[in-house]
């Protein structure tokens, strides 16, 4: 038995994955033939092996192909959150050219990598290769970072600096992440935005809403638009000074909703049910259970 647990390699249980519930009028995409010799014999050892089986128009994953399925998507999702916490934790000490090189060898040892990364301008054209200069690509998120605009906040400049490595570590990336729950903490500051404070206060009803998520996220946004606009020769994108909120703006009566059966919870309201959908269905047929649930919430001092 070998790392994963199955008497298959790396390639053959990403093929596995792969072919779990794909028709056969699709065929192999070219990327996954060349992965093997012959893929047509690594087929038939999955079905002799019982981990696929041949279906009316497509490959079926068996009873053992579903557990090869579950362990292979585990793994590489916890690569993925490995790699991704490295590279933030490595951008936060400015050291860019380490955080592409964890880049470069996560996708080195992927199956399939996310895509050819080719860097511009330079010698070596190869994909995914280990550098000892930063590439042209990490020059220019570097260069982009500095334009996100944080004049509307009452912040240190290291703490602005903290934002843009979080922006520069998820380019790297090549994903949109979630700042850490202890972002702030371990910073030790703070955001002070008086104009999203405002907003806040006027549009948002739950409880602790992630204004930091909020802001980073609007400010982004607005950078990327400015970009693409920039060099599309289209007119300026002109911020409206409104930042996205989201799920978080509760002058939507679904999003409200959603923020009453939060703090319902919180409050701890007798007979309130375990899923948000069935809390939405009662609320809006305004039916008795609602009424009762509504009107605990009160007695509890809810608002």
Not at 59 to 81: H, V
Not at 123 to 131: A, F, N, T, V, Y
Not at 180 to 196: A, N, Q, S, Y
């Amino acid at each position: 038995m070998n790392e994963w647990d199955f008497e298959l390699d790396r390639n053959d249980c990403f093929l596995v994955n792969y072919l779990g519930g794909r028709a056969y009028q699709y065929g192999i995409d070219a990327p996954v033939r060349d992965l093997f010799e012959d893929v047509e014999r690594t087929i038939e050892f999955l079905i002799q092996k019982e981990y696929i089986e041949n279906g009316p128009s497509g490959w079926i994953l068996t009873e053992k192909g579903t557990m090869a399925r579950i362990y292979w998507r585990s793994s590489e999702k916890l690569r993925e959150s490995r790699k991704n916490v490295e590279i933030s934790e490595v951008c936060q000490t400015d050291d860019y050219l380490r955080a592409y090189n964890s880049r470069a060898k996560y996708e080195r040892e992927s199956v399939i990598p996310h895509g050819i990364f080719v860097s511009f301008g330079e010698e070596d054209q190869s994909p995914w290769g280990s550098k000892e200069y930063l590439p042209q690509c990490i020059k220019n998120y570097i260069s982009n970072s500095k334009m996100l605009d944080f004049s509307d906040i009452n912040n240190s400049e290291s703490f602005k600096q903290e934002l843009r490595n979080y922006y520069i570590a998820d380019e790297i990336n090549g994903k949109r992440s979630k700042l850490p729950k202890d972002f702030e903490i371990r910073i030790g500051e703070c955001l002070v935005c008086p104009t999203l404070d405002i907003q806040i206060a006027e549009k948002c009803t739950f409880l602790n809403p992630p204004k930091l998520q909020i802001y980073i996220d609007t400010k982004i946004h607005v950078l990327n638009w400015t970009s693409i606009n920039a060099t599309s020769h289209k007119s300026p994108y002109i911020w409206d000074g409104h930042f996205l909120l989201g799920v978080y703006d509760c002058t939507n009566s679904f999003h409200a909703a959603m923020a009453e059966y939060e703090k319902m919870k919180l409050f701890g309201v007798e007979g309130l049910p375990k899923t948000f959908q069935t809390f939405w269905k009662h609320k809006s047929q305004n039916s008795e259970k609602y009424q009762f649930w509504n009107a605990k919430f009160h007695t509890a001092g809810g608002r």
